[in-house]
């Protein structure tokens, strides 16, 4: 009973001190380790110590795969070469710092113990950078880097740490000497068999769901997935972590062919859940090992001083061996293209950021947990674990906002996101209809008319998000405010229904779920529409021969639609021909000006001749740029 209500008191700690973070918007895991550090000291506060398999087994593969089932397969290929050399070739080049200025401070630390405090202290935390990059609106790029890297430098860390116990004849079961050639095959057999396992993991399950329609099911094996993968490959003296991340990546990549619609809805929500839940309890949790830790360090022999010493200067080494890695290896190695967001070389200050964002987590404070009891100054080397993660969730994570502000770092543009999302669903119409006339469809009902309808007003919500114009109603925002009314009224006739008694609960309970899923997809739509009011136009062009041929130009426009202002009828959004100069109203209006123009002339490319748009359209490839 007593755990159970601790474990109560946990969740309710983080839900309120992230509320409250929210709220004086401040970063939630920086609010929640300071609390948890303070909540510590308290006398009715209960010791909680944070044992290493507990955050490895219990903690660590459901966050790795809810990060990993969210990454893009597509731009973790995309960006692999930096990713490698940030979680491979920098895990061993802090590490081999650290162990340097450790032995160099504190020579009663040996060279095998100094470097295993090195692979602990290497890894930064995929929880810390996601909760940081993300909240702030790092570029996406930089976001990929840091999610990729983070996925994949703990393998590399903890393989380091293992190998460094051994080396130093730490571990209980040690036996023999290590070797270059044993570090070796030590480590091509965790990542080759982390590889292996996590792609077996993926074909199981993938087999498996190609005959599942049941989301029930689906959602509980989904919930196995990242801990079967775990086990399976440290059973064999794999990475786990190598295998959760292949496993998600795979089975995230192919979600839309393996899975049902309401099976990958289901599983959206329930890891976003899971995840905000974890990674937040993570936080705090760190902060309540603080007691402990000082306690512990005030038995050491050395003098306070001394540790207070190497564990400052291994916060700094930290982060300054990140900055002295990632120029030389950008400039020397990676040597990136155009991004692809911006159609430019990326300039230094995104990798300056990218050096700048390699705050700590709790995998580091669980694998100082793993070095074994009785090495040498143990204390001392968990203080510095805890002060590196601390440190640098403190120190780096309350500076990015600013230095992203300072060396005018765009995020992602809301814009560029609702103009690309409204080309897709063009294309993918296109596709839909390429279908229908090609199929021989006995339309008696005249159903095809019904779902070109209904999908002309998909597309044209679409659109009509990229309006600018401040105080006035598009047709889908006027649609949505009303539809919203009248779900809510509907919801209220259900629910007295309901109270009745007189229709099965099963019954009322589907048509709730209906209404919700209406009234969600509208809020959404709502919520974006606000934050595309405050953005611009700025994305770079597609392939194609028309929109090169037709730059932007400045529209000329007196407000209005002539045709319509003829007909006397109301218009939504205007269009500028590039060609000929002609100005008409979108697909959103009653008579589709812009569009009849092009039926009539064939002058393919119109302009947004919207206030403060820029954005191009294609009639002949339905591209826009």
């Known amino acids: 009973m007593e755990v159970a209500l601790l474990l109560v008191v946990l969740a309710v700690s983080v839900l309120v001190v992230t509320a409250l973070a929210d709220r004086v918007d401040i970063p939630a895991p920086l609010v929640l380790i300071v609390a948890g550090a303070g909540a510590s000291y308290l006398p009715f506060t209960p010791q909680i110590n944070l044992e290493a398999d507990v955050v490895l087994l219990g903690l660590l593969p459901p966050l790795l795969y809810a990060t990993a089932i969210q990454t893009s397969l597509v731009d973790f290929n995309a960006n692999r070469r930096p990713i490698l050399l940030l979680s491979v070739g920098l895990v061993i080049f802090t590490a081999a710092g650290i162990a340097l200025l450790v032995h160099t401070l504190v020579p009663d630390i040996g060279w095998a113990t100094s470097f295993a405090i090195g692979a602990v202290v290497a890894p930064p935390d995929a929880v810390a950078a996601t909760a940081v990059g993300r909240r702030i609106g790092l570029p996406r790029r930089i976001t990929t880097i840091l999610e990729g890297e983070s996925l994949l430098n703990d393998a590399t860390a903890l393989v380091a740490l293992r190998t460094a116990i051994a080396a130093g004849g730490l571990a209980a079961d040690h036996h023999g000497d290590v070797t270059a050639l044993s570090v070796a095959f030590d480590f091509v057999r965790a990542a080759g068999g982390g590889v292996l396992i996590g792609l077996a993991i993926y074909l199981l399950v993938a087999r498996v769901r190609r005959h599942l329609e049941d989301s029930l099911m689906d959602t509980a094996i989904s919930l196995v997935v990242p801990f079967a993968a775990y086990v399976a490959a440290e059973e064999v003296h794999a990475s786990g972590v190598i295998a959760v991340v292949v496993a998600g990546l795979l089975l995230g990549h192919k979600a839309p062919i393996l899975q049902t619609a309401q099976s990958r809805i289901a599983d959206r929500m329930n890891w976003r859940t899971i995840a905000f839940v974890l990674e937040n309890a993570v936080f705090l949790l760190i902060g309540l090992q603080a007691e402990i830790l000082f306690g512990d360090v005030g038995k050491s022999t050395l003098s306070g001083g001394r540790i207070a010493l190497v564990c400052g200067l291994c916060l700094v080494a930290v982060i300054a061996l990140r900055l002295i890695w990632v120029f030389p290896a950008r400039y020397l190695l990676v040597r990136p293209g155009p991004d692809p967001d911006t159609g430019t070389p990326s ?51 309350l500076s990015l906002p600013v230095l992203a502000r300072r060396l005018d770092v765009p995020s992602p543009d809301p814009m560029d996101d609702a103009l690309a999302r409204a080309t897709l669903l063009q294309q993918a119409s296109k596709a839909g209809f390429g279908y229908l006339r090609k199929t021989d469809v006995d339309d008696v009902h005249g159903v095809v008319s019904l779902i070109k309808q209904r999908t002309e007003q998909r597309n044209f919500a679409a659109w009509e998000r990229l309006g600018t114009t401040a105080d006035e109603e598009t047709p889908s925002e006027v649609y949505g405010r009303i539809r919203l009314a009248m779900i809510e009224a509907e919801r209220a006739r259900v629910l007295e229904i309901r109270s009745q008694g007189t229709t099965p609960s099963v019954v009322v309970a589907e048509v709730l779920a209906m209404l919700d899923v209406e ?12 934050d595309l009011r405050t953005s611009s136009v700025r994305r770079p062009g597609e392939e194609c021969e028309h929109l090169e041929a037709h730059p932007v130009v400045e529209t000329r426009t007196d407000g209005t639609c002539p045709d319509c202002v003829a007909a006397g009828h109301r218009w939504v959004a205007l269009r500028q021909c590039l060609q000929c100069g002609y100005v008409g109203c979108c697909d959103s209006s009653p008579d589709r000006h812009a569009t009849a123009h092009f039926h009539e002339t064939t002058h393919p490319v119109m302009q947004s001749a919207e206030p403060g748009e820029d954005w191009r359209w294609c009639y002949v490839h339905h591209l826009t740029a």
């Open 347 to 397: 300039p230094p200050s995104y990798t300056f950021l990218l050096g700048w964002a390699g705050m700590r987590g709790v995998v580091t404070l669980a694998a100082a947990f793993v070095i074994p009891e009785g090495t040498e100054h143990r204390e001392v080397l968990l203080l510095i674990a805890f002060t590196v993660v601390a440190g640098t969730l403190i120190i780096q994570g």
């Open 519 to 530: 009234e969600s997809m509208l809020d959404r739509a709502t919520q974006e529409r606000a």
